[in-house]
């Protein structure tokens, strides 16, 4: 039987559901990286709802994966503000849900949204010292295209301070 996977804008009603997230994607992190998220605020969670930029992916009607995206990050990609671009960030997958390859899924959506938002790139950004995501983003359609070192006091959230991240980005091409 095929799933019926969709992507949908967060609603206000999802924030428990996506704090319930990060607070599983946290415990993962404890287990297998020295490196946690220091927790995000709720006044921020609403913000990107209230945006849009807050988004869900449903398999049969249940949330599998949550993600949020911006289209600025200049202090992760600093010189390429300009550039017409979706920022992927905080993509997490409910435990019950994982090695069903959401972040195809997250990329198709980027391409389809191009339709309605102009895009020429699809970034996202992870821990530079996380070789199993590097390897599997490479491996997703992402080039690897370097690392930044994030300044303490940059205005990201606290687990941003200075930590080295990979960068990658698509492309995309027509």
């Not at 609603?11 to 020295?34: G, M, N, R, W």
Request: overall charge neutral; hydrophobic content about 35%.
């Amino acid at each position: 039987m095929q799933n019926a996977i969709q992507v949908l804008n967060s609603l206000p009603s999802d924030i428990d559901t996506i704090f319930e997230f990060y607070d599983l994607a946290i415990e993962h992190q404890k287990k297998v990286s020295p490196k946690q998220w220091q927790g995000f605020s709720r006044e921020l969670v609403k913000h990107e709802i209230a945006e849009g930029r807050q988004y869900k992916i449903l398999v049969n009607g249940t949330v599998a994966t949550i993600f949020a995206v911006t289209y600025s990050d200049p202090q992760i990609w600093p010189g390429k503000n300009d550039e017409a671009a979706v920022y992927i960030h905080r993509i997490v997958t409910h435990p019950n849900f994982r090695g069903y390859g959401f972040v195809k899924v997250i990329i198709d959506w980027a391409k389809a949204h191009r339709k309605t938002t102009p895009l020429d790139y699809i970034r996202m950004d992870t821990w530079a010292d996380n070789e199993r995501l590097l390897q599997y983003y490479t491996g997703c359609g992402f080039n690897h295209v370097g690392n930044i070192k994030i300044a303490p006091n940059s205005g990201l959230p606290k687990h941003y301070e200075g930590i080295t991240l990979n960068l990658f980005e698509i492309k995309l091409e027509g």
